[in-house]
């Protein structure tokens, strides 16, 4: 079991396109809607993942994640979640000795892009990019589990700007 | 994937326990409840295993299984899964070519024993042993999702006998 800390922000504009140093194509979806955790099924760059994380509003959570063969993520993204699925590509910026992934939406969720910070404390001190926007990890309208029953179509007009 | 072929029986008495082979004693319980697929963690042996069921009422489902370190399984087991989690011993005895699971039930669920037969298609012949009493596939009660949330301590004065 990891103890994740992540932080999730808006971002103001495209400047940080130029310092990329990869990226990768992500499919995902859930396969559950408990109120305590999340199931969640990746695929990207042909690897399959399951992901078990507890539902807590804010930055520290339980979390348990196994690599899967591609096929079987594939299977279950086709036929055992519910649709929407998340679909996204996922940047990575190195930042100041720490990394920020960047995900920008596609299909329902178009137009949504937002950076995290992955960190080993929740007081962890970090030096925030000039093209970081507004704080949202403690609205969970951003969790991908909520982007996947309430997509960022439906609800993007009543977001304030970054 | 899988696509998994069980057959389900009441046994009728403990003339099996002569025969069995080996046995393990298996904690599981279930991270979701959504309609179309269930999401197990079981313990056994020192082992932990995820698995991920399509959900059908009747003998074939897709399924899944990955095995994960005893001790997620654990943690998940207490922290994550809705109790009443499934406790049972599980027994194996094989009989005339054929691998038979006796589940002896614990707990909420005691005094529920059940008998499964896995099976390569769904008309696969095989011969069944004098201690088998009626066929339960087909009734949902007896999954082992429903037994948790309604075990068998709740519902065994209605039940027909074996």
Same mark, same amino acid.
């Given at each position: 079991m990891a103890l994740e800390i992540e932080r999730k922000f808006l971002v #103001? %504009? %495209? #400047?940080?396109r130029a310092l990329v140093s990869r990226q990768s194509r992500i499919r995902q979806g859930y396969l559950n809607q408990a109120k305590n955790c999340s199931v969640r099924v990746r695929s990207a760059d042909g690897h399959g993942w399951l992901n078990i994380k507890s539902v807590t509003i804010g930055a520290r959570r339980h979390e348990y994640e196994y690599e899967i063969p591609w096929q079987d993520a594939e299977e279950m993204l086709d036929t055992?979640?519910? @649709? @929407?699925l998340i679909e996204k590509t996922r940047y990575f910026v190195e930042h100041q000795g720490h990394l920020w992934e960047i995900d920008v939406f596609e299909g329902d969720n178009a137009g949504l892009v937002v950076a995290e910070i992955e960190l080993n404390h929740p007081h962890e001190p970090f030096v925030k990019p000039p093209w970081i926007g507004r704080?949202?990890?403690? %609205? @969970? #309208? =951003? =969790?991908n589990t909520c982007l996947a029953q309430n @997509? =960022?179509?439906?609800?993007r007009d009543q977001a304030p700007a970054p």
């Open positions: #103001r %504009d %495209d #400047r940080w055992l979640c519910r @649709p @929407p704080e949202v990890t403690e %609205d @969970p #309208r =951003y =969790y @997509p =960022y179509r439906n609800w």
